[in-house]
C-alpha cells in the first residue's frame, strides 16, 4: 500500500431491536466475523439504545477502528443505530442480514424491513453512509460486501486528512482547469495557495544540499542508466528535495499530501528544467503532483489512489488516433497524454526525454535541449483503465465523472507519457459528459477498473450530478434521438 494514503481498520458493530432475540444479532454478526477471515474487529457490545450506542463507539475507536460496519442481525433499532454514524468519526456503512439461518417464527429477523427505515432515519438527520448495492445478504455475502467497502472509506478518510499544496498561479489564458477552492472545505480538505516565487527561494536553498547525491542515484538507479539527458538530474534532485521538506514543514495536523504546481511558462526559465520527472516520481509514492495548477486535478488523483492503492496519473484527454496506428480506430478511441509525469512503473519503455512543445517556443535556436529537458515518455502500459474526475463548477457546485475501457498495446509513434485509450460508447461520451457539462480536458487516470468504488465514493461525498459512459440503449439528457 502507498505511504500517502490511510490503512483502514473496520470493525463491525451488531444492532438489534429489544422485541427481538439480541443472540440472533449476534450470532450473525459472528458469522460475518468468521467468514470474513481476519482483520475486521467485532465490537462485543451489541445496540439496543442510545447507551450502548455511546459504549459501542467507545470501543471501537479505542480498539483502532476507523471504518465502521453497522449490521443490523435483526430489524434493529433506528435511532440508536443511525446515532452510530452520527457519533462515530469516520466512515460508515450499514448492512443487513437476510434469513435462512433459522426457523421464520422465532428466528426471524426482519431487517429486510428494518433496512428500510434505518434509511429513512439516516435521512432525517442528513447523515452519509455508505450502502452497497445488495445491503441485505447472507454472512458470506455481507463479508464480500464489508471488503468493498474499504477502498471507500480508504478515500474518505483520506480527503479528511488531505492537504493539498498549490504554487500558482495558473498560467495565462488557461482557464480550463480554474475552479473555486470553496467547496474543498466541504469535502474536509484543506489548502494552501502559494506564489511560484515561495517555491523558486526554497529550491533556491537547497542548493548544495548534502541529499543531493544520494537522490541523483535513486534517480539514476530507476532509468537504469540510459539516460542521455543525465546533466538535469542535479536539478531535479534538488527539486524533489524541495517538495518534500515543503510538504513536511507545512502539512501540519493533517496526514497526506498533495501538490498542484505551476510548470510552464517562467518555470523553465527561472528553474532551468521542466518538473515532469519529479512529479511522476511523486505519484509513485502516492503523492499526486498536478501539473498547471489543477488543484482538482489532484484532488482527483488523490483519490484513485485510495481506491486503487496504486499510483495514477493525470493526462490530456488529447487527441484522435489515425487509423496508421489503429486500423479500427473510431469516435471510441483517443490518445491520453501529458508531457512526462506518469510513474516509470505504467511505461512499457521509460527513459528521459525533453518538453518538445516549450523547446519551440523558449529554446528553438538551441541545437540540444537544456531547459526543458526533465519529462519521463514512453507508451503506456497495456490494460485496463478509469477515467474519471471530481470538479467543482464556478458557482461551487461538485460533479464528478467515471468510465472504465482499456489502455492499447500501441505504439503512439509520438512524445510524452502517453496512450491509446479504448472506453466504450467514447465518442458520445466525450460529446454529452465532457463536452455538454464542461469539464476540463485533465483526467484522471486510474489503472484497473475502479469504477464502481470511485462511484460509490462521490455518492459519499454527496454528489449528486456522476457521469459516466452510458450504453447505446440508455440516451444522454440532451442527446439528439434523431442523430
Known amino acids: 500500500m502507498l505511504p500517502n494514503i490511510p490503512q483502514v481498520s473496520p470493525g463491525i458493530v451488531a444492532v438489534s431491536r429489544s422485541c427481538f432475540p439480541k443472540a440472533l444479532s449476534e ?10 477471515g481476519g ?10 439504545n442510545e447507551l450502548d450506542a455511546r459504549r459501542a463507539v467507545d470501543d471501537v475507536v479505542a480498539n483502532g477502528v476507523n471504518a465502521l460496519v453497522v449490521f443490523l442481525g435483526n430489524f434493529g433499532p433506528e435511532t440508536p443505530e443511525t446515532l452510530l454514524a452520527e457519533w ?41 453512509a455508505y450502502l452497497p448495492e445488495s445491503p441485505v445478504g447472507t454472512a458470506e455475502e455481507l463479508s464480500g460486501q464489508i471488503a468493498g467497502f474499504l477502498p471507500v472509506a480508504r478515500a474518505v478518510l483520506g480527503l479528511r486528512g488531505l492537504k493539498i499544496i498549490a504554487f500558482g498561479p495558473r498560467p495565462d489564458d488557461f482557464l480550463a482547469c480554474n475552479a473555486p477552492v470553496k467547496a474543498l472545505y466541504g469535502l474536509g480538505v ?30 539514476k538507479a530507476e532509468l537504469c542508466g540510459d539516460n542521455p539527458y543525465a546533466g538535469i538530474l542535479p536539478r531535479l534532485a534538488q527539486y524533489e528535495l524541495t517538495l518534500e521538506d515543503w510538504a513536511a514543514e507545512h502539512i501540519g495536523a493533517r496526514k497526506y499530501v498533495a501538490f498542484a504546481n505551476k510548470c510552464w511558462p517562467a518555470f523553465q526559465t527561472e528553474f532551468k528544467f521542466v518538473p515532469c520527472y519529479v512529479n511522476s516520481r511523486l505519484a509513485a509514492r502516492g503523492i499526486p503532483a498536478a501539473c498547471e495548477v489543477d488543484i482538482y486535478g489532484a484532488l482527483s488523483e488523490y483519490i484513485g489512489a485510495c481506491v486503487s492503492g496504486a499510483a495514477t496519473t493525470l493526462l490530456d484527454i488529447n487527441n484522435t488516433v489515425p487509423a496508421s496506428i489503429h486500423a479500427n480506430c473510431s469516435g471510441d478511441t483517443f490518445m491520453g497524454f501529458h508531457c512526462g509525469n506518469t510513474c516509470a512503473a505504467r511505461l512499457k519503455n521509460p527513459r528521459m526525454g525533453y518538453q518538445r512543445i516549450m523547446k519551440r517556443g523558449l529554446e528553438p535556436d538551441a541545437p540540444a535541449p537544456d ?31 467515471a468510465a472504465q475501457g482499456q489502455i492499447l498495446d500501441l505504439d503512439c509513434e509520438s512524445f510524452g507519457s502517453i496512450g491509446v485509450f479504448a472506453i466504450p460508447e467514447m465518442g458520445r461520451f466525450y460529446r454529452h459528459v465532457l463536452i455538454e457539462k464542461r469539464f476540463p480536458h485533465h483526467a484522471a487516470v486510474a489503472f484497473g477498473h475502479h469504477g464502481r468504488a470511485l462511484f460509490e465514493v462521490f455518492k459519499y461525498l454527496g454528489i449528486d450530478d456522476i457521469s459516466y459512459n452510458q450504453p447505446r440503449q440508455i440516451p444522454y439528457p440532451k442527446e439528439n434521438p434523431f442523430a
Open 27 to 36: 450470532r450473525r454478526r459472528a458469522a460475518i466475523v468468521s467468514h470474513y
Open 39 to 48: 482483520g475486521l474487529y467485532e465490537c462485543p457490545v451489541t445496540v439496543e
Open 88 to 128: 462515530f468519526p469516520g466512515p460508515v456503512m450499514f448492512i443487513a442480514a437476510a434469513e435462512g439461518d433459522g426457523d421464520l417464527f422465532d428466528g426471524r429477523g426482519d431487517a429486510y424491513c428494518g433496512m428500510l427505515n434505518c434509511s429513512y432515519n439516516l435521512g432525517l438527520r442528513c447523515l452519509p
Open 190 to 219: 484543506a489548502i494552501e495557495e502559494n506564489s511560484e516565487l515561495d517555491l523558486l527561494a526554497a529550491y533556491n536553498k537547497h542548493m548544495g544540499d548534502s541529499r543531493v547525491p544520494a537522490k541523483i542515484a535513486e534517480m
Open 371 to 401: 531547459i526543458t529537458r526533465g519529462t519521463l515518455e514512453g507508451n503506456l502500459r497495456p490494460g485496463d483503465v478509469t477515467l474519471y474526475r471530481l470538479q467543482s463548477t464556478a458557482d461551487t457546485r461538485l460533479k464528478a465523472y
